[in-house]
T-cell receptor, first 118, second 109 residues
Framework: GAVVSQHPSWVICKSGTSVKIECRSL??????MFWYRQFPKQSLMLMAT?????????EQGVEKDKFLINHASLTLSTLTVTSAHPEDSSFYIC??????????????FGPGTRLTVT | GQNIDQPTEMTATEGAIVQINCTYQ??????LFWYQQHAGEAPTFLSY??LDGLEEKGRFSSFLSRSKGYSYLLLKELQMKDSASYLC??????????WGAGTKLIIKP
């Protein structure tokens, strides 16, 4: 159980276009979803936290108008990178957490999406 | 401020034992996680400690000392497939994970 999927797994887009990444919890309801970005040989950097039905909370330095997050249901969150630029090329990973088991706050990670902007 | 420290890189021999240390400073504490991440892949969960002591799970064990702000991940009977980055993350009072930079573990035959 506790499977999280991401789509697409990789995408190449041209500079100035927008890209949408989907994150789905397949067998549980995710009350909270997290979006991370990871540059090569660096650790995960939290971009934003989203709770179903409410606005996402963005980390300092992350532009909310550029990285649009929608958490419309308990099983789906989307990240849209608007007007992408080459410096946005990175590995984007989502994770999900459920409050079902308060004894464990494990985050379940999706497989990640590799974005390359040309 | 909040901070996680772990070594950048470690090297060990196949079949041996290696201990990866992690120290943390967070605003409040709700547990310590260890994740394994192979190159180009997402992290996978290894362990979660919230009480002091050692948790053993097969070849992997994780230890926590809350008073010292210290944890370690112990890997026994190392296999080549254990070559990966190991990420330490502490959960603060807001239930947010504070991530370490990761320790790259290199296993040599």
């Amino acid at each position: 159980g506790a499977v999280v999927s991401q789509h697409p797994s990789w995408v190449i887009c041209k500079s100035g276009t927008s890209v949408k990444i989907e994150c789905r919890s397949l067998d549980f309801q995710a009350t909270t979803m997290f979006w991370y970005r990871q540059f090569p040989k660096q650790s995960l950097m939290l971009m934003a936290t989203s709770n179903e039905g409410s606005k996402a909370t963005y980390e300092q330095g992350v532009e909310k108008d550029k990285f649009l997050i929608n958490h419309a249901s308990l099983t789906l969150s989307t990240l849209t990178v608007t007007s992408a630029h080459p410096e946005d090329s990175s590995f984007y990973i989502c994770s999900a957490h459920t409050n079902r088991d308060r004894e464990s706050y494990e985050q379940y990670f999706g497989p990640g999406t590799r974005l390359t902007v040309t | 401020g909040q901070n996680i420290d772990q070594p950048t890189e470690m090297t060990a021999t196949e079949g041996a034992i290696v201990q990866i240390n992690c120290t943390y400073q967070t605003s409040g504490f709700n547990g310590l996680f260890w994740y394994q991440q192979h190159a180009g892949e997402a992290p996978t969960f290894l362990s979660y400690n919230v009480l002091d002591g050692l948790e053993e799970k097969g070849r992997f064990s994780s230890f926590l000392s809350r008073s010292k702000g210290y944890s370690y991940l112990l890997l026994k009977e190392l296999q080549m497939k254990d070559s990966a980055s190991y990420l330490c993350a502490a959960m603060d009072s807001n239930y947010q994970l504070i991530w370490g930079a990761g320790t790259k573990l290199i296993i040599k035959p």
